[in-house]
């Protein structure tokens, strides 16, 4: 079955410091999906990347979308203590309803 | 609030009860998803319903059973469980068919099997 497969398992940095997830499918995806999950809470959707190569920006955040559409990467300029969670992507091939998360990336930042 | 709640918002049981998990949505939501997060894990889907109908199930043991009534209700219902089961387990729903393919995640069951 379809595998996606997150890198690191874990980052600490200092507030400040630049962060960045990478995402890896098993099979290729018809989107992508980026999720955060605050200590003790529930994932909240972030953004959805469609197209090959696509970069889209939110803030601090730049998401990216390989162009063979299998990879992915969140990546956060100059970190806050509030970035702190776990990112999750979760990808969407085949069946639309399906979403296939990540292994997932804990975010700790420190002043 | 993202619009979906669930209760109970913890659970502690044992391995011979029986009990039930609600979710419900109210956002106008055509499908809606039961997930399991274990510590240390991936998000794992277990079940997925569309229109009421249920159209994924992701080799989950018998002992979990759904049941979705109607497109805003969600239900799972717990039997025999073992220890190994807790963990949280989330709700989600989602708008199909708009172009944008997000879930609304509820805030979670934590369920403790003793």
């Known amino acids: 079955g379809q595998q996606v497969m997150q890198i690191p398992q874990y980052q600490h940095v200092q507030e400040g410091e630049d962060f960045t997830t990478y995402c890896n499918s098993s099979?290729?995806?018809?989107?992508i999906q980026w999720y955060k999950q605050r200590p003790g809470g529930h994932p909240v959707f972030l953004i959805q990347?469609?197209?090959?190569?696509e970069v889209k920006k939110q803030k601090r955040l730049t998401f990216q979308f390989g162009e063979a559409k299998k990879n992915s990467s969140l990546h956060i300029t100059a970190t806050q203590t509030t970035d702190v969670g776990t990112y999750f992507c979760a990808g969407q091939s085949g069946t639309a309803s399906k979403l296939t998360f990540g292994t997932g990336t804990r975010l700790q930042v420190t002043l | 609030e993202t619009g979906v709640t669930q209760t109970p918002r913890h659970l502690v049981m044992g391995m011979t009860n029986k009990k039930s998990l609600k979710c419900e949505q109210h956002l106008g939501h055509n499908a809606m998803y039961w997930y399991k997060q274990s510590a240390k894990k991936p998000l794992e889907l277990m079940f997925v319903?569309?229109?009421?109908?249920?159209?994924e199930n992701n080799s989950v043991p018998s002992r979990f059973s759904p049941e979705c009534p109607n497109s805003s209700h969600l239900f799972l219902h717990l039997h025999t469980l073992q220890p190994e089961d807790s963990a949280l387990y989330l709700c989600?729903?989602?708008?199909?068919?708009?172009?944008?393919?997000?879930?609304?995640f509820g805030p979670g069951t934590r369920l403790t099997v003793l």
């Open positions: 990347l469609v197209k090959s190569g």
């Open positions: 099979t290729t995806l018809s989107n």
């Open positions: 319903y569309n229109f009421k109908e249920q159209t």
């Open positions: 989600a729903s989602r708008k199909a068919g708009q172009g944008r393919d997000e879930q609304f």
